[in-house]
C-alpha cells in the first residue's frame, strides 16, 4: 500500500501538487471554521457590519453583520459536495452507458446518440439555467441537471474510445479465448479511455463549481440559510466601494477550486494516474 502510494506521489508533477496543496488549504479552512470556531451563516447582527476581524469572525463579517468565515466555510462545501456528485454521477453513468453503446452498439446507441446531440446541442449553462428557473434553491434537481451536462461529455468520449478498444486484434484475441466481459473491460477498454476520464473528471469539478456560483449570482441557486459563493459576491457587489475586501473574499475562493481542478488534470504522466 505504502509504495503504491510513493509510485502515484512521485508521477505527480508540479502543477499537480500545486491544486492538492490549494485544495488542502481549502480544506483546512473549512475544518478551523466548522470544528473550532463553530460560526452562524445565519446570525445577524447590524451593530457589526463590515466589522474588521474579530473573536470568532477571523475574516469580519458582511453587509448584514454575518460571520464571514462561516458563510465561506459553508459555501466550499456546498460547492465541493455538489462537484463530488456531479462528477461521481457522471463518471459512473458514462461508463455504463458509454461502454455500452460503444461495445454492443444496436438500438441502445442510436437512442443515446441522438439524446446526447439534443444535449450539446444547447449550452450546458443554459439547461442549468432552465432547472434553476424552473426549480429555484432545489439542490437535487441542479445536481441533476449539471449532471446532466456533464455525461453527455463523458459519454461521447467514453463511446469513441470503447469502439477504438474492441475493435483492435488484442480485443479480438481475449474474446476468442474465452475472458470473460469484466476481464476484457478491465484489461483493453478501461486503459485506452482512463487518461481521459481523469481529465474529464477533473475539468467537470472546476465547471459544477462553476455553474453553481453562476446560478447563485443569477439568483436561481441555492437558497439561504445556504451559503453559496455566487450568491455571496452579488450580495456584496454593491458595496465594493464601502468594503471591497468582503467581495474580494468568495472570489479567490471560486478562483482557487477551478485553478486547482484544472492544476490536478495537468500531469507529467496522467496516464499512469487512474
Given at each position: 500500500?505504502?509504495?503504491?502510494?510513493?509510485?502515484?506521489?512521485?508521477?505527480?508533477?508540479?502543477?499537480?501538487?500545486?491544486?492538492?496543496?490549494?485544495?488542502?488549504?481549502?480544506?483546512?479552512?473549512?475544518?478551523?471554521?466548522?470544528?473550532?470556531?463553530?460560526?452562524?451563516?445565519?446570525?445577524?447582527?447590524?451593530?457589526?457590519?463590515?466589522?474588521?476581524?474579530?473573536?470568532?469572525?477571523?475574516?469580519?463579517?458582511d453587509h448584514l453583520g454575518r460571520s464571514n468565515s462561516?458563510?465561506?466555510?459553508?459555501?466550499?462545501?456546498?460547492?465541493?459536495?455538489?462537484?463530488?456528485?456531479?462528477?461521481?454521477?457522471?463518471?459512473?453513468?458514462?461508463?455504463?452507458?458509454?461502454?455500452?453503446?460503444?461495445?454492443?452498439?444496436?438500438?441502445?446507441?442510436?437512442?443515446?446518440?441522438?439524446?446526447?446531440?439534443?444535449?450539446?446541442a444547447l449550452p450546458g449553462l443554459v439547461i442549468v439555467?432552465?432547472?434553476?428557473?424552473?426549480?429555484?434553491?432545489?439542490?437535487?434537481?441542479?445536481?441533476?441537471?449539471?449532471?446532466?451536462?456533464?455525461?453527455?461529455?463523458?459519454?461521447?468520449?467514453?463511446?469513441?474510445?470503447?469502439?477504438?478498444a474492441v475493435r483492435s486484434d488484442a480485443f479480438e484475441?481475449?474474446?476468442?479465448?474465452?475472458?470473460?466481459?469484466?476481464?476484457?473491460?478491465?484489461?483493453?477498454?478501461?486503459?485506452?479511455?482512463?487518461?481521459?476520464?481523469?481529465?474529464?473528471?477533473?475539468?467537470?469539478?472546476?465547471?459544477?463549481?462553476?455553474?453553481?456560483?453562476?446560478?447563485?449570482?443569477?439568483?436561481?441557486?441555492?437558497?439561504?440559510?445556504?451559503?453559496?459563493?455566487?450568491?455571496?459576491?452579488?450580495?456584496?457587489?454593491?458595496?465594493?466601494?464601502?468594503?471591497?475586501?468582503?467581495?474580494?473574499?468568495?472570489?479567490?475562493?471560486?478562483?482557487?477550486?477551478?485553478?486547482?481542478?484544472?492544476?490536478?488534470?495537468?500531469?507529467?504522466?496522467?496516464?499512469?494516474?487512474?
Amino acid at each position: 500500500m505504502i509504495f503504491h502510494l510513493r509510485i502515484f506521489c512521485a508521477q505527480l508533477s508540479r502543477a499537480q501538487w500545486g491544486g492538492i496543496g490549494m485544495l488542502c488549504l481549502l480544506f483546512m479552512f473549512v475544518l478551523f471554521e466548522k470544528l473550532l470556531i463553530q460560526g452562524s451563516t445565519s446570525a445577524q447582527n447590524l451593530n457589526l457590519v463590515f466589522s474588521a476581524p474579530v473573536e470568532g469572525m477571523p475574516l469580519g463579517t458582511d453587509h448584514l453583520g454575518r460571520s464571514n468565515s462561516a458563510r465561506l466555510a459553508d459555501a466550499i462545501l456546498n460547492s465541493l459536495m455538489m462537484a463530488g456528485l456531479c462528477v461521481t454521477t457522471a463518471v459512473v453513468t458514462g461508463l455504463l452507458t458509454g461502454v455500452w453503446a460503444g461495445w454492443k452498439g444496436g438500438w441502445a446507441d442510436r437512442v443515446l446518440s441522438v439524446w446526447v446531440n439534443i444535449v450539446m446541442a444547447l449550452p450546458g449553462l443554459v439547461i442549468v439555467l432552465l432547472f434553476g428557473a424552473i426549480f429555484p434553491g432545489s439542490f437535487v434537481l441542479l445536481f441533476i441537471a449539471i449532471s446532466i451536462t456533464m455525461w453527455a461529455d463523458f459519454f461521447r468520449v467514453i463511446r469513441s474510445r470503447t469502439m477504438i478498444a474492441v475493435r483492435s486484434d488484442a480485443f479480438e484475441s481475449s474474446r476468442l479465448f474465452g475472458f470473460g466481459p469484466w476481464y476484457l473491460f478491465r484489461r483493453h477498454i478501461w486503459p485506452v479511455m482512463k487518461n481521459d476520464v481523469y481529465t474529464l473528471s477533473c475539468f467537470g469539478a472546476g465547471n459544477a463549481v462553476l455553474a453553481l456560483a453562476a446560478l447563485g449570482f443569477l439568483y436561481v441557486g441555492l437558497k439561504p440559510p445556504r451559503a453559496e459563493l455566487g450568491m455571496m459576491m452579488v450580495e456584496l457587489f454593491r458595496y465594493y466601494h464601502q468594503a471591497f475586501w468582503v467581495l474580494i473574499q468568495p472570489i479567490v475562493v471560486v478562483s482557487m477550486i477551478i485553478l486547482s481542478c484544472h492544476l490536478l488534470s495537468q500531469g507529467k504522466n496522467s496516464e499512469e494516474l487512474v
